[in-house]
């Protein structure tokens, strides 16, 4: 199995070598799979339960102080699932996929997402505050009127945007998949959502064009400049460049171009 798995898209952070850690276990996580859904879910579901990353556990808090999970999950047979401001539900790729397998939708969201991943077996009720972002919220004079007082409150607040997500191959099938999950923007309204379970906005998978060259196993890490936050892990992939661009920095892996 190849997997690559990415750790946000916001600033650089304070300490990357941790994060990179969490990266290397979910994409090992991943690539010890059977199929690539199961992949991108279980590598994805590692990240969730990171208080390191913007998903699940750790979540960025709405302006209500409750966290709310979004996720999407794809696969190149145009099979698709959404989840979306789901309280107290650090897994929410989990539930993405639930859709995506057990339902005739593609988007399920707010209390009846909750209640369909309690019937599932996934756990609910969690709090999915960290100590640091409860004193985020805390030290920020939180609101305690209605929306119209919310959204004066958050105007000059909200920010701070971050996802995690992987992408898997499967050899064995040529199957591909995708998945992202998010605790959305700090301190945004509550109930808002972002683009993370939209399909075709944060992940979008289409069939292959023509078959992968045979490739050696290898791993490769990279952080993005600042402008980007903590970078990939990859699982299983060789970087290929094309003819005309000779240096290193412009190859791509060949998830990358369609995930």
Known sequence: MRVICHGGAGGVPDEPEPRRAVLD???????????????????????????????????????????????GIMTDEREAGAVASMPGVANAAGVARVVMEETPHVFVSGVHAVDLAADVGVEVER????????????DADPPSGGPADHLAWLAEKWGGHDTVGAVAHDPATDAFAACTSTGGRRFALAGRVGDVPRSGRASSVRPRAAPARPAPARTSRRRRSPGGRCGTSRRGWTRRRPPTAPS????????????
């Open 248 to 259: 290193r920095s412009s190859a791509r892996s060949p998830a990358r171009r369609r995930a």
């Open 25 to 71: 276990e979910a994409a090992e996580t991943g690539a010890g799979e059977a199929s690539a859904v199961d992949a991108v879910v279980s590598a994805v579901e590692v990240l969730e339960e990171s208080p390191r990353f913007n998903a699940g556990y750790g979540g960025a808090v709405q302006s209500d102080g409750i966290v709310r999970t979004d996720a």
């Open 127 to 138: 709090d999915l505050l960290t100590d640091d972002e409860r004193e985020l919220f805390e």
